[in-house]
């Protein structure tokens, strides 16, 4: 079994950065793809970012490349996403998740912290 908890949203002006983190609990943890997904009102989930179980596959949404930073520590069982030069439209509940990639549906998910971004 696989928890997951998310930390370090929060308001920020647009332009501005943030780093959230995903607390992993579980011996598992280092063997999973792990990832982001966001939700924003009224929108469906969509993904964000997934890193590979040793970190040397990651793959970006469209949105987010060039901007966003995914990164694993797994001594620490903590995923990380680095936001530089945020947008309003970058106001969501982001949610750790899984396994994770582009075409992988999570089995694990966290309960979500809020970024909202300010214009």
């Known amino acids: 079994q696989v928890q997951l908890v998310e930390s370090g949203g929060g308001l920020v002006q647009a332009g501005g950065s943030l780093r959230i983190s995903c607390a992993a609990s579980?011996?598992?943890?280092?063997?999973?793809?792990a990832g982001w997904f966001r939700q924003a009102p009224g929108k469906e989930r969509e993904f964000v970012a997934a890193?590979?179980?040793?970190?040397?596959?990651?793959d970006y949404a469209d949105s987010v490349k060039g901007r966003f930073t995914i990164s694993r520590d797994n001594a620490k069982r903590t995923v990380y996403l680095e936001m530089n030069s945020l947008k309003p439209e970058d106001t969501a509940v982001y949610y750790c998740?899984?396994?994770?990639?582009?075409?992988?549906?999570?089995?694990?998910w966290g309960q979500g912290t809020q970024v909202t971004v300010s214009s």
């Open positions: 998740a899984a396994p994770a990639g582009i075409a992988t549906t999570p089995n694990y």
């Open positions: 579980g011996i598992t943890f280092r063997w999973l793809d």
């Open positions: 890193i590979d179980r040793n970190g040397g596959s990651i």
